[in-house]
Nanobody, 121 residues
Framework: QVRLVESGGGLVQAGGSLSLSCAAS????????MGWYRQAPGKQRELVAYKTVMGSTDYGDAVKGRITISVDDVEKTGFLLMNSLKPEDTAVYYC???????????????WGQGTQVTVSS
């Protein structure tokens, strides 16, 4: 079964750094894109960063200049480095990817289970 497995996150002080990782597991034929969204309590889910294997990258306005995303389409993994974290970055971060399973050969959208990031002031 194809799924995304997330790691990283946790508690960090304001101004600190944190990294998140995401890996596609199962029989995956192809990775098309990977990124992260986040959702804070009482707020809508918002874009953090997203990168396609063709090289297009998009960052959310709230994190531009503080976050770097990298994606490995061979290993089918992604890495998010967050610097200068602020209390308002506190949220559950969800990995998202376009994966083509070997079984269907049809691209589909997948979500990770989410990981908590808490930034203390």
């Amino acid at each position: 079964q194809v799924r995304l497995v997330e790691s990283g996150g946790g508690l960090v002080q304001a101004g600190g750094s944190l990294s998140l990782s995401c890996a596609a597991s199962g029989s995956v034929l192809r990775l098309g894109a990977m990124g992260w969204y986040r959702q804070a309590p009482g707020k809508q889910r918002e874009l953090v960063a997203y990168k396609t294997v063709m090289g297009s990258t998009d960052y959310g306005d709230a994190v531009k200049g503080r976050i770097t995303i990298s994606v490995d389409d061979v290993e089918k993994t992604g890495f998010l480095l967050m610097n200068s974290l602020k209390p308002e970055d506190t949220a559950v971060y969800y990995c998202n990817a376009i994966l083509t399973p070997l079984s269907t050969e049809i691209p589909d959208n997948y979500w990770g289970q989410g990981t908590q990031v808490t930034v203390s002031s």
